[in-house]
């Protein structure tokens, strides 16, 4: 009886084993890509259009009379400064990006750039659609 129980734990032990390796190959994430591969290189450059995008709005309604909401009017009046924040917003997207991409997150690390982008896109969008009650300066 005892080497009926032992053969039968091996052959357990050994199915469970192939199983498991078996089941592992089956759930392999597909290789990792390249972090400057060209569609990430195609979205930041969609991000920092977006970003530039963003710039030009702002700068447009601030021409109009209209007021800036998330930062305040003399920062967005600054045009180095601005220019510095909007390049800074985009390098800061590629970091998080690099972090994501190095934790293996590489979904959200492509879906981070889409939504940035349209986001960004909206904001902007938004800019240029802005009625102002002020008259031109």
Same mark, same amino acid.
Request: with cysteine; charged share 20%; net charge positive.
């Given at each position: 009886?005892? /080497? %009926? =129980?032992?053969?039968?734990? &091996? &052959?357990?032990?050994?199915?469970?084993?192939? *199983?498991?390796? =078996?089941?592992? $190959? !089956?759930? /392999?994430?597909?290789?990792?890509?390249?972090?400057? $591969?060209? *569609?990430?290189?195609?979205?930041?450059?969609?991000?920092?259009?977006?970003?530039? @995008?963003?710039?030009?709005?702002?700068?447009? @309604?601030?021409?109009?009379?209209?007021?800036?909401?998330?930062?305040?009017?003399?920062?967005?009046?600054?045009?180095?400064?601005?220019?510095?924040?909007?390049?800074?917003? *985009? =390098?800061?997207?590629?970091?998080?990006? =690099?972090?994501?991409?190095?934790?293996?997150?590489?979904?959200? !690390?492509?879906?981070?750039?889409?939504?940035? #982008?349209? #986001? %960004? %896109?909206?904001?902007?969008?938004?800019?240029?659609?802005?009625?102002? $009650?002020? /008259?031109?300066?």
């Amino acid at each position: 009886m005892r /080497k %009926t =129980a032992s053969r039968r734990r &091996l &052959l357990g032990a050994a199915a469970l084993s192939l *199983t498991t390796a =078996a089941g592992a $190959d !089956e759930l /392999k994430a597909p290789p990792p890509h390249r972090f400057w $591969d060209t *569609t990430n290189v195609v979205l930041f450059t969609g991000v920092a259009g977006s970003r530039a @995008f963003d710039y030009a709005s702002t700068r447009h @309604f601030r021409r109009r009379g209209a007021n800036e909401i998330l930062l305040n009017n003399s920062i967005v009046d600054d045009k180095p400064l601005f220019i510095g924040i909007e390049a800074a917003g *985009t =390098a800061l997207h590629i970091g998080v990006c =690099a972090w994501l991409h190095a934790h293996g997150h590489h979904k959200v !690390e492509r879906w981070l750039s889409v939504v940035h #982008i349209g #986001i %960004t %896109t909206f904001g902007a969008v938004r800019n240029y659609g802005l009625n102002s $009650d002020v /008259k031109p300066q």
